[in-house]
């Protein structure tokens, strides 16, 4: 009997929008000289995220496993002819197509962070920095797919896999659901990305908050014309 089952654990689905806040951050702040260290950092990490993928992989619940992606062109063949007939097959997990969208995606973004990072440290030329901007896009394109592909099989399905990547359940059988949403994983990964933004973020602060007592200290020794410098305390 289908009902809503868990599916999706915690450190997987915070994996997902994290990356994908990742992504975006360093793609809108790749521009900006002023918001450099801010692109790098967003770039670290997407990379750490993607080992703990990985690592999640072999120790991570049923659908998070690397098994639960492996399909064979026979699968792909049967699912293509499942949308063809009008009668998609149902996955609980990842159908063919997202699972082959994941190495993809992982894979392309490690070798945008890669040629970031070697432009960082200016390895290479101005080839490099063409690299590692076309590969940004391809990356774009790519979730650009793989965001229509959810909408497509969402309607085909009739069933919100936006929504099911949120709350983590989704249609099956009670002897196909995972155990457990593994919080303490979880929770550890929440850590993790927080210690690594908390200084950078308290540094920010700080350095807005100085820039501005400076802006303010101009303003009044423009004002106060031949008068005695203002003394700033930091």
């Excluded at 801010?38 to 990490?45: A, D, N, R, S």
């Excluded at 929440?190 to 602060?205: F, S, T």
Aim: glycine letters at 10%.
């Amino acid at each position: 009997m289908s009902q809503r089952i868990l599916v999706w654990d915690l450190p997987t689905r915070i994996f997902h929008w994290a990356l994908a806040t990742s992504f975006l951050g360093a793609f809108l702040t790749a521009e900006s000289e002023r918001q450099r260290d801010l692109h790098v950092l967003f770039g670290y990490t997407m990379v750490a995220l993607i080992v703990f993928r990985i690592v999640w992989a072999f120790v991570g619940t049923r659908y998070a496993r690397l098994g639960a992606i492996l399909y064979g062109p026979a699968a792909l063949r049967r699912y293509a002819t499942s949308l063809l007939r009008g009668r998609p097959e149902h996955y609980v997990g990842h159908n063919p197509p997202g699972a082959l969208a994941i190495p993809a995606l992982l894979g392309l973004c490690l070798a945008t962070a890669a040629s970031g990072w070697a432009l960082y440290e200016e390895v290479g030329g101005e080839w490099l920095e063409d690299t590692h901007e076309a590969l940004a896009f391809v990356t774009l394109a790519l979730v650009g797919v793989h965001v229509a592909g959810v909408l497509a099989s969402s309607v085909l399905h009739r069933e919100n896999l936006v929504r099911s990547m949120i709350t983590g359940t989704k249609r099956g059988s009670a002897a196909e659901a995972i155990a457990g949403p593994r919080r303490l994983v979880a929770l550890l990964l929440v850590a993790a990305i927080a210690a690594a933004w908390a200084p950078a973020l308290a540094g920010r602060g700080e350095r807005g908050s100085r820039g501005k007592r400076v802006a303010v200290a101009e303003v009044q020794r423009e004002a106060g014309g031949a008068r005695a410098p203002v003394r700033l305390r930091d």
